[in-house]
């Protein structure tokens, strides 16, 4: 690339020769090697050459936002070099995020932007089994492209068949190691194309949880990227209202706030792996607050008006988010390295905004902030419980009074009802003016008017008692 000036410098010329055959000429770099690594990575970069020969069978996810806004919809590879070259030329700091990289892609894209064939390598090269959670290196230097690993775990899932299927170019390992379930790897890769732009590449989701949704509802895989102090690595959380956990609408979420450009931007370079994934990772876990706050206050405001067992159902599932973001939020504070720390509290994006409390905490900060939310928005939580089954007690309340007063309505009726049952079944048909036998017919109406008034006569008497009572334990209450 051409030296870096005042302002945005364009980009050196791409050369007049194929990408293919760019990566071929780094492949006779290692025709005598001289250790096990560099044969690994002559086959990677043999089988990227196999993927450069390919056709494109699946376009990928193009995500371009330029100073915080998103672009116009990108389907193609030359569209998305004119828009790159016009924000270039305006000085705009530009964002590119591709899903599941085509051959066409990288064909193009390399030969446009001149990138670093290694870079593609470092993307297609999977680790190890052995070293997959093993924790990984990382350098604050001026690297304009950078490879964080990540890790699957599909919790649950055991024995399961099929796992070597990927929809991505790129194949992944996909395999069950036991006691373990069901593991994957991923990888975030971008690169530093000029002082303007930055170029994301990430996986597309497996479709294995999708398989076995009915057996496990409300399961997500776990994804830990080994670059904190513990073996277990940062957990980067699926935003909560995704049903799979996509790395390109994470990183879509995450470029919709413009203050993380300045970040990105700021450094010489490619901003280094843990400063980018803390920041990543709290971005995601404010996202995921603020979309929780926002369903337990719904919930909590308007629909426990109208209580029901399906509201029951929504506060476990969001008291479930929470419990899980408490516990990784909890454990990503504990095992932070000290150099990120330092390098967000030495960033001049900090310092410069160092009288303004809100701008002036860094990432690592916010961890703490957002915990600290979580815990109030669990008792929050709690609160709406209460209020559920004060909603559901009142409700109980309501239908018992209703049901008594149509218990009222039917005693009233019996005041008519019960005596004429009681005359018809003292008399029958034995009547003169029927069958010519019997009593005569006023002796039953003189009866049925009897009967009648006896009824709303002990009727009168009861209501009348029980008023009386009522009003005198009315008056013993207000002594």
């Given at each position: 690339m051409a030296a870096i000036a005042d302002g945005i410098p364009l980009m050196d010329p791409p050369t007049d020769k194929p990408y293919s055959s760019r990566v071929q000429d780094i492949l006779s770099t290692f025709s005598s090697p001289e250790s096990a690594s560099t044969t690994e990575w002559s086959q990677w970069t043999v089988n990227l050459l196999k993927m450069l020969r390919q056709t494109d069978e699946n376009k990928p996810k193009i995500y371009y936002t330029s100073n915080g806004k998103m672009r116009p919809r990108v389907e193609t590879c030359s569209d998305l070099v004119a828009l790159s070259a016009d924000d270039q030329a305006s000085e705009k700091k530009a964002i590119c995020v591709i899903e599941n990289i085509s051959p066409g892609f990288i064909e193009e894209l390399g030969s446009a932007w001149d990138l670093d064939p290694e870079f593609f390598i470092g993307h297609a090269k999977n680790p190890n089994l052995e070293d997959l959670w093993v924790k990984q290196s990382t350098a604050y230097d001026t690297c304009k492209y950078r490879h964080l690993l990540g890790a699957f775990e599909y919790h649950g899932l055991r024995g399961q068949k099929g796992l070597n299927s990927s929809p991505n170019y790129f194949p992944r390992l996909c395999f069950e190691h036991p006691p373990y379930s069901v593991q994957s790897n991923t990888f975030i890769s971008y690169y530093r194309v000029h002082l303007g732009l930055y170029l994301f590449l990430v996986d597309a989701p497996l479709d294995i949880m999708t398989?076995?949704?009915?057996?496990?509802?409300?399961?997500?895989?776990?994804?830990?990227?080994?670059?904190?102090?513990?073996?277990?690595?940062?957990?980067?959380?699926?935003?909560?209202?995704?049903?799979?956990?996509?790395?390109?609408?994470?990183?879509?979420?995450?470029?919709?706030?413009?203050?993380?450009?300045?970040?990105?931007?700021?450094?010489?370079?490619?901003?280094?792996?843990?400063?980018?994934?803390?920041?990543?990772?709290?971005?995601?876990?404010?996202?995921?607050?603020?979309?929780?706050?926002?369903?337990?206050?719904?919930?909590?405001?308007?629909?426990?008006?109208?209580?029901?067992?399906?509201?029951?159902?929504?506060?476990?599932?969001?008291?479930?988010?929470?419990?899980?973001?408490?516990?990784?939020?909890?454990?990503?504070?504990?095992?932070?390295?000290?150099?990120?720390?330092?390098?967000?509290?030495?960033?001049?994006?900090?310092?410069?905004?160092?009288?303004?409390?809100?701008?002036?905490?860094?990432?690592?900060?916010?961890?703490?902030?957002?915990?600290?939310?979580?815990?109030?928005?669990?008792?929050?939580?709690?609160?709406?419980?209460?209020?559920?089954?004060?909603?559901?007690?009142?409700?109980?309340?309501?239908?018992?009074?209703?049901?008594?007063?149509?218990?009222?309505?039917?005693t009233q009726l019996a005041i008519i009802y019960v005596p004429l049952s009681f005359v018809t079944g003292l008399f029958g048909m034995n009547v003169q003016q029927i069958n010519a036998t019997g009593l005569p017919i006023w002796v039953c109406f003189v009866t049925l008017a009897i009967m009648i008034m006896l009824t709303a006569g002990i009727f009168w008497f009861l209501h009348a008692r029980a008023k009386k009572k009522k009003k005198k334990e009315g008056e013993r209450n207000d002594v």
């Open positions: 398989r076995h949704v009915e057996l496990y509802p409300r399961m997500r895989p776990t994804l830990r990227l080994m670059y904190a102090t513990n073996r277990g690595g940062v957990v980067l959380p699926q935003l909560f209202h995704q049903a799979k956990h996509s790395l390109f609408d994470s990183l879509k979420a995450f470029f919709q706030h413009g203050w993380h450009l300045a970040l990105l931007f700021g450094a010489e370079g490619a901003i280094p792996h843990e400063p980018f994934l803390y920041l990543l990772s709290n971005s995601l876990w404010i996202s995921n607050l603020n979309y929780l706050t926002s369903e337990i206050h719904r919930i909590s405001f308007v629909e426990v008006r109208n209580p029901s067992l399906k509201i029951n159902n929504a506060l476990h599932d969001r008291r479930e988010n929470l419990a899980s973001m408490k516990a990784s939020l909890t454990e990503t504070i504990k095992y932070i390295p000290t150099a990120a720390v330092e390098y967000f509290n030495k960033h001049d994006y900090f310092l410069n905004n160092a009288a303004i409390r809100w701008n002036s905490v860094t990432p690592i900060e916010s961890h703490q902030g957002t915990l600290d939310a979580v815990v109030q928005l669990d008792h929050v939580l709690m609160e709406t419980f209460q209020l559920l089954m004060s909603s559901i007690s009142l409700r109980d309340t309501q239908l018992s009074i209703e049901q008594s007063q149509r218990a009222t309505r039917l």
